[in-house]
């Protein structure tokens, strides 16, 4: 019994310290970009106390902080705050606030500084996310789906992935 109980406890402590050391990459890969500012405003505006999501999406369907097309910091987000209130439009309020900040022109889903492409953040219901999203007590869901280019080494690609 007792070898159970630590082969249990070593497994969680295990499972638990990898997923917390992907998680802290991602978020010094985040932090200083639109997807730090983004994250902030979901864990600001979720409702209720607890979200697993918020710890580590082991199903991949709700990542989070991620990268996409496995090169591009990225955030993959829906979260229970209905999409159709003020919230969604503090959301894009908080975008195109970042993107002036940048000096840049939010339009059609894209920052562009100088004409070049800075970030891409969608927003929807939880949908755009997960098709099966869904929130308990009647709440809609809020998504969001960002992709940045500010911290990457290589512009050129970036902004050939871009376009």
């Given at each position: 019994m007792k070898n159970k109980i630590i082969l249990i406890s070593a497994t969680v402590f295990f499972l638990s310290g990898c997923t917390a050391v992907k998680h802290q990459a991602m978020k010094s890969e985040a932090d200083?970009?639109?997807?730090?500012?983004?994250?902030?405003f979901v864990k600001d505006t979720q409702a209720g106390l607890f979200s697993p999501y918020n710890i580590y999406d082991i199903s991949g369907i709700n990542p989070g902080l991620t990268t996409w097309d496995k090169k591009y910091p990225a955030l993959q987000k829906w979260w229970c705050v209905d999409y159709y209130t003020e919230e969604s439009v503090k959301l894009k309020e908080t975008i195109k606030s970042y993107c002036a900040k940048k000096n840049g022109v939010y339009e059609?889903?894209?920052?562009?500084?100088?004409?070049k492409p800075l970030f891409m953040v969608k927003t929807g219901t939880g949908k755009i996310v997960d098709r099966n999203s869904g929130c308990s007590y009647g709440s809609r869901s809020m998504g969001i789906l960002a992709v940045t280019g500010e911290?990457?080494?290589?512009?050129?690609?970036?902004?050939?992935?871009?376009?």
């Open positions: 200083g970009t639109v997807l730090a500012v983004l994250d902030k059609n889903s894209w920052c562009s500084v100088n004409s911290k990457i080494a290589d512009q050129s690609s970036w902004v050939a992935w871009a376009k």
